[in-house]
């Protein structure tokens, strides 16, 4: 079991937003804004989305965006395209013992 | 342009200790702030944090892997080596380095399919 709770699927058709939510406890997500998202396509390595909360990479679309509320996190996706259809994993900074937790993963269908 | 490759053995038998290499260019493990770092997925299943080595050698583990596990660098040849010992059939995964520190991974290496398996 995963330490961060990620929906298993969520689905929108294209030109749609949606949002993938990312629950954790007051040791992650909540004490740190060090939250960051993965997008994994089928067979392929996972490849960074967005850091720290709401802060995008180099490259990455504008349609991608992150918050944070409390103990969860969102990845927010506005104008879904048929690419974005994929695994998108969140993953926090939990402290000074135990690091790095990930989440479930969410699986997006674009209808 | 930073990029990262796994090797090792694909097929490991219980009991026996893996060896992943982790050959990366385009940064410098002596170059402050820098680190890599190892996640594995099962198949079908989630990522999972293993362990992660910064520029200074300092090292970070997951707390329910630690005893099995070492993170080392050889800054000269850009590499770096994770060893897990007592593999069971359980630990079959894709194992992927990445570079970055304990609150993002960018990039990712292509990952290396590690099955135990007797």
């Known amino acids: 079991q995963s330490a961060l709770t990620q929906p298993a699927s969520v689905s929108g058709s294209p030109g749609q937003s949606i949002t993938i939510s990312c629950t954790g406890t007051s040791s992650d997500v909540g004490s740190y804004n060090l939250v960051s998202w993965y997008q994994q396509h089928p067979g392929k390595a996972p490849k960074l989305m967005i850091y720290e909360v709401s802060k995008r990479p180099s490259g990455v679309s504008n349609r991608f965006s992150g918050s944070k509320s409390g103990n969860t996190a969102s990845l927010t996706i506005s104008g879904l395209q048929a690419e974005d259809e994929a695994d998108y994993y969140c993953?926090?900074?939990?402290?000074?013992?135990?690091?790095?937790?990930f989440g479930g993963g969410t699986k997006l269908t674009v209808l | 342009q930073i990029t990262l490759k796994e090797s090792g053995p694909t097929l490991v038998k219980p009991t026996q200790t893996l060896t992943l290499t982790c050959t990366f260019s385009g940064f410098s493990l002596s170059t402050s702030g820098v680190g890599v770092g190892w996640i594995r997925q099962p198949p079908g299943k989630a990522l999972e944090w293993l362990a992660l080595?910064?520029?200074?050698?300092?090292?970070r583990y997951s707390p329910s892997l630690k005893s099995r596990l070492t993170i080392t660098k050889d800054t000269s040849k850009n590499q770096v080596v994770l060893t897990m010992t007592n593999m069971d059939p359980v630990d079959t995964a894709t194992y992927y380095c990445?570079?970055?520190?304990?609150?993002?991974?960018?990039?990712w290496g292509q990952g290396t399919l590690v099955t135990v398996s007797s």
């Open positions: 993953c926090s900074y939990a402290g000074s013992s135990t690091y790095v937790v």
């Open positions: 080595i910064y520029w200074d050698d300092d090292k």
């Open positions: 990445a570079h970055g520190t304990t609150t993002w991974f960018d990039p």
